[in-house]
């Protein structure tokens, strides 16, 4: 097997697509917010890559193994196409980041794709309550419309840089005059955070001009709610008897 392999499973149809990543990182919310679109939006598998330099596992689904990849899905909505990049890995050493995501430039050359959205989470250190979305660009044309659609730019926020395929996406795209974006919403970075892929898709939506029901990761929002409720109530040390405990007492 050679270092990076991109199989075709399909051949869509795509006119001017826009091509978004979302890999796991900060909260999963690029990871959430790209696999949202693909299963509300029936999106078309078209291409897996494989590589050495993602981990050396396969996946299990009643009993069917799937060799460790990233995938590219192919979606149309509201007269918009879309190629959106998911999987459960990052490459594992900086050769992979890079070589994988010069195959996913390859792959977005391929189709056409007009501009890249890179989608993910900013850690805040702390739970929060109103999530804003920061913005990353690899050229300055894009900076006026993302503001209009409340989008900020915090000087050298996020500190350190964008790492992995996310980052890496808006500095190899520049050299291939691909016009790139990071959207990357606030989250605690301790939890999986699915309010914050929501306000990640809201700015993606308003941008590339389609619409998505968020229901499903609304349901998941409550979920984590509650998960974060019970965590509160461990740390104060005096949790909430539930109706189920009550029904013992006495």
């Known amino acids: 097997m050679d270092e990076f392999e991109v199989e075709a499973v399909g051949e869509p149809d795509l006119a001017d697509p826009v091509f978004v990543e979302g890999l796991p990182g900060v909260g999963h919310v690029g990871k959430l917010a790209a696999e949202h679109l693909v299963e509300e939006l029936d999106g078309e598998l078209v291409r897996r890559i494989y590589s050495t330099h993602l981990p050396p596992q396969v996946s299990v689904e009643e009993g069917r193994t799937q060799l460790a990849s990233a995938e590219i899905h192919a979606v149309s909505v509201d007269n918009v196409d879309l190629l959106v990049l998911t999987g459960d890995h990052q490459a594992q050493d900086t050769v992979g980041h890079y070589g994988l995501t010069?195959?996913?430039?390859?792959?977005?050359?391929?189709?056409?794709?007009?501009?890249?959205?890179?989608?993910?989470?900013?850690?805040?250190?702390?739970?929060?309550?109103?999530?804003?979305?920061?913005?990353?660009?690899?050229?300055?044309?894009?900076?006026e419309e993302l503001e209009g659609v409340g989008v900020e730019f915090r000087?050298?926020?996020?500190?350190?840089?964008?790492?992995?395929?996310?980052?890496?996406?808006?500095?190899?795209?520049?050299?291939?005059?691909?016009?790139?974006?990071?959207?990357?919403?606030?989250?605690?970075?301790?939890?999986?955070?699915?309010?914050?892929?929501?306000?990640?898709?809201?700015?993606?939506?308003?941008?590339?001009?389609f619409e998505v029901d968020f229901s499903s990761l609304e349901d998941r929002a409550d979920e984590m709610e509650e998960v974060v409720r019970k965590i509160q109530e461990m740390e104060q040390g005096t949790p909430t008897p539930s109706d189920e405990d009550l029904r013992y007492i006495g």
């Open 155 to 209: 000087g050298d926020e996020p500190a350190g840089g964008i790492v992995g395929v996310s980052g890496l996406l808006l500095g190899l795209g520049e050299r291939r005059d691909l016009p790139a974006a990071c959207l990357m919403g606030e989250t605690s970075g301790y939890l999986v955070d699915p309010k914050s892929a929501q306000a990640v898709l809201e700015v993606l939506q308003e941008i590339a001009g």
């Open 102 to 143: 010069d195959a996913v430039l390859d792959v977005a050359e391929e189709f056409g794709a007009s501009r890249l959205f890179a989608l993910g989470g900013v850690p805040t250190g702390e739970l929060i309550e109103e999530y804003d979305v920061i913005g990353a660009i690899n050229d300055d044309d894009q900076r």
